[in-house]
């Protein structure tokens, strides 16, 4: 089939045309594509690797709280030994201040050998005194102690110069209401000074059969052999009352010979910790645990701290799977354990979770926060959903930037056919004209006047087509003029 020029330069400006737009929005399509799925996935990496910075400084931020809580009652440790220190200088001008035997706080009250002020105190479970300390000392008992403390004037100028640490043990309750306990273990008297005053011993009976003898606790003998530096023991359940305490401890020692006094002690329970540090959520369903270096836990949501023969558990035994195995295993909790902060993943019960830890920095204590991964990213989504949206978005602009330019392409491709056509049609009508009609000078005279000015004005091959035409027609037409004359001047000579 032959096609016109026109259909031929229409058909073929729409294939270029359509063959650029193809291939130039083919290739913005897949690179949009691309470029989608790239910041898809490059978004989404960094999201998660944000979240999981957030988890970890989370745990960082919780292992900071608990250092500056221990590292407050670290302070007070410190000031209460060297003030319990100066008491027993040579020079020391200490006054002597009325001091209370610990039996009588609890029992026979009707004696009225305890200061004023005393009361059962619901958390404590006990009465006891904010404003004195109370004594006790092993062999003694409710009819004796007055007696031994007449018969030992080391033993009694002891009792007479520590009952002044009531003062600073007040203001350290004020200052730190979290510390449950304040106390001193003196070395060869076996005294014990207790604060807040309270039942120490026991009833009689007690004193006389099982005498609580400080200086034999474990946790004496592992600050006494701190000699002199902050030492904080491993958690262990209060013989007195049961509650799990992590003590900070201090041995003293007179200021004038340098022997060992004794040492003094802070204790700090896990249930203040707890409240006010580990018993938080994190996201949904996620929570914070403070274990030892060791991976004793010391504060878990799933654990309670209520039994005082049963040793701490380890992470492994609080964290398992429904079936009782343990859902973290060796690998995790060297790196736990490593002294580092960061984050791993595990599975407990089908769930992947993330565990963040950081080292607290005092006692070898380190804090975890445990968050189900699904939780942590759910932020994922929305933003992988946004750059999809904006993506499909930019996809449907390009495409219709392709609709439009392949409308305006046709467009364009008409009107120069129409541009280029019109001018040939022009001389083709002409020379049509030419062929029919019997050529004269007024017929050559109007065909010259149909010739487009502007098209012969026009600096291209059209233009040059149609002054040669015209060229032409003004041959032909000085070629008629003198066939004419010929035929006139024939005429007449005939």
């Not at 023969?309 to 790196?335: A, K, Q, R």
């Not at 004209?433 to 006047?449: H, N, P, V, Y």
Request: hydrophobic content about 40%; aromatic content about 10%.
């Amino acid at each position: 089939m032959v096609r016109s020029i026109r259909e031929n330069i229409v058909i073929s400006f729409a294939v270029f045309s359509l063959i650029s737009l193809v291939l130039v929005g083919g290739l913005s399509l897949i690179f949009i594509s691309l470029i989608g799925q790239t910041t898809t996935v490059m978004s989404t990496d960094a999201l998660k690797t944000q979240i999981k910075d957030n988890i970890e400084q989370t745990a960082e931020q919780n292992a900071l709280v608990i250092n500056r809580k221990l590292s407050n009652a670290e302070a007070m440790v410190n000031a209460m030994a060297e003030e319990c220190e100066n008491l027993f200088r040579p020079t020391s001008p200490y006054n002597y201040r009325r001091s209370y035997y610990d039996y009588f706080f609890e029992y026979d009250r009707g004696l009225q050998n305890f200061p004023n002020g005393t009361y059962l105190d619901p958390y404590y479970g006990v009465y006891l005194s904010w404003d004195y300390s109370s004594f006790y000392f092993p062999g003694s008992s409710s009819s004796n102690y007055l007696t031994l403390l007449e018969a030992d004037s080391q033993l009694n100028d002891t009792v007479s110069r520590t009952a002044n640490m009531d003062v600073i043990f007040k203001l350290i309750h004020i200052n730190m209401p979290e510390i449950r306990w304040l106390y001193i273990a003196f070395e060869h008297e076996n005294l014990f000074i207790n604060y807040p005053g309270s039942v120490v011993g026991g009833t009689d009976i007690e004193r006389q059969t099982d005498p609580f003898t400080a200086t034999e606790e474990d946790w004496y003998t592992e600050v006494r052999n701190g000699f002199g530096n902050i030492v904080f023991t491993a958690p262990y359940f209060d013989p007195i009352d049961g509650a799990l305490l992590i003590t900070i401890g201090k041995a003293i020692y007179h200021p004038g010979n340098q022997n060992l006094l004794g040492c003094i002690f802070a204790d700090i329970t896990i249930e203040s910790i707890k409240e006010k540090i580990i018993d938080i959520t994190i996201l949904e369903t996620g929570y914070a645990v403070l274990i030892q270096q060791s991976g004793l836990v010391v504060a878990h949501p799933e654990w309670t701290a209520i039994n005082p023969n049963v040793d701490l558990p380890s992470i492994e035994e609080v964290e398992i799977n429904f079936d009782g195995s343990p859902s973290l295993l060796l690998g995790h909790l060297t790196v736990i354990t490593s002294g580092e902060s960061g984050v791993v993943e595990y599975v407990r019960n089908t769930q992947a979770r993330y565990i963040a830890f950081a080292p607290v920095g005092k006692g070898d204590y380190i804090c975890l926060i445990v968050v189900p991964v699904s939780e942590a990213i759910a932020s994922v989504a929305p933003l992988q959903n946004r750059i999809e949206t904006a993506t499909l978005s930019a996809l449907i602009q390009v495409v219709t930037i392709i609709a439009i330019a392949v409308v305006a392409s046709l467009s364009i491709g008409i009107w120069l056919s129409n541009r280029i056509i019109r001018p040939i049609t022009k001389l083709t009508n002409i020379a049509s004209k030419m062929a029919t009609d019997k050529i004269r000078e007024d017929i050559l005279g109007e065909l010259d006047i149909q010739i487009d000015k502007e098209l012969e004005a026009q600096e291209d091959e059209v233009g040059d087509l149609t002054r040669a035409f015209k060229g032409m027609l003004s041959t032909l037409k000085t070629e008629t003029k003198k066939d004419q004359k010929g035929l006139d001047d024939s005429f007449w000579d005939t």
